[in-house]
């Protein structure tokens, strides 16, 4: 992939002019899929497509979200390292298959709510980006929230343990492993697939963001919304090495504040659509951000809480544990280290 980075042509007029020309970046991006909702319309393109301005680079960004392009979520890391693509707004769950030490960041129960995922962000990103550095040629440049990821129904529910026999559509394997775990059957189906799959009876039921879940048109196939939160549904950005490092160090300085900039703006904006969008879910005012429908609200019970509190010791941590240190020998102890756990 051609990239247009101009720091030879820089240098040559610089020896010969005595003068100094800024580097230029024309940089590919690939985004969120457009299915996924607000995030990705009002926060994520609007700053790709303002990208010059937003990071002061002299840069152009040719941005496509994911969904147009063909492209699988589950591809994003061999894509960044093949260096198909210069910047790609990373899908975590998905790609955790290729590397599992990302898990780390969302185990199931482990983020009940934003304040305690950013504390698990801050304390884990380092060893995900020295992972990500040293086998896809990927500098992790920030982690953000799509929100608490919750449950959808069509059939009625009234807590965790209705789960019992129903087919749950999950994201990846730790959530399944959740599923299975109250006796629910996992069935992992891409986001944009869900919909149908819900309507077809495929799939009992279905877990992601209520904003998200509102956007794809899903309350227009189920009827019961448990706002237990399993995940954050962290996601990310990460940038091919190679682009990065032809960078001139004032630049990636202000690549790297553009970025944290963007994320911080998201995990605020992540929060505001979480509350709306439970609201709007299921009838209620202010519903401001999305559609209004009129799911019926479970109320979460001390007892799920529980089970999912209790879901990190006993199912999230140790089946993550076993497949990420079968890649990385210090992964579990690294993760334990960094988010000041003890054996």
Not at 118 to 143: I, S
Not at 166 to 190: C, E, H, M, W
Request: net charge negative; glycine share 8%; charged share 20%.
């Amino acid at each position: 992939m051609k990239k247009t980075i101009l720091l030879a042509t820089a240098a040559m007029l610089t020896a010969a002019a005595g003068g100094a020309m800024a580097a230029t970046y024309d940089l590919k991006v690939l985004g969120q899929p457009v299915a996924t909702g607000l995030i990705q319309k009002n926060v994520e393109q609007p700053f790709f497509e303002n990208f010059a301005e937003r990071s002061g680079l002299d840069a152009e960004t040719d941005y496509k979200p994911l969904d147009v392009t063909g492209i699988k979520d589950t591809e994003q890391l061999r894509i960044l390292k093949a260096g198909l693509f210069d910047i790609v707004s990373l899908r975590m769950s998905q790609i955790s298959r290729d590397e599992p030490t990302i898990l780390g960041l969302d185990l199931v129960g482990l983020n009940p709510d934003y304040e305690t995922g950013r504390k698990t962000v801050d304390a884990f990103e380092d060893a995900v980006d020295a992972q990500l550095q040293a086998k896809f040629n990927t500098k992790l440049l920030g982690v953000w929230p799509f929100g608490p990821q919750v449950l959808f129904c069509k059939p009625e529910i009234s807590q965790l343990s209705d789960l019992k026999g129903k087919k749950v559509r999950v994201y990846d394997q730790n959530l399944a492993n959740f599923v299975a775990s109250v006796g629910g059957t996992p069935v992992p189906i891409g986001f944009p697939d869900v919909h149908q799959s819900l309507a077809r009876g495929v799939v009992d039921c279905a877990i992601t963001g209520p904003s998200s879940a509102n956007s794809a048109g899903w309350p227009e196939v189920t009827g019961y919304m448990l706002p237990v939160a399993f995940q954050l549904a962290l996601n990310g950005y990460g940038i091919n090495l190679d682009t990065y490092n032809a960078m001139a160090p004032e630049d990636q300085q202000k690549l790297e504040a553009a970025f944290d900039g963007l994320v911080d703006e998201i995990w605020a904006y992540s929060e505001e659509l979480f509350d709306d969008a439970v609201r709007c879910n299921v009838g209620e005012s202010p519903c401001d951000t999305v559609k209004s429908y009129d799911l019926k609200l479970v109320p979460v019970s001390e007892g799920d809480r529980e089970i999912i509190g209790n879901a990190v010791t006993e199912i999230s941590f140790p089946a993550w544990a076993e497949v990420c240190d079968a890649t990385n020998a210090s992964c579990s102890a690294d993760w334990k280290a960094a988010l000041g756990l003890t054996n």
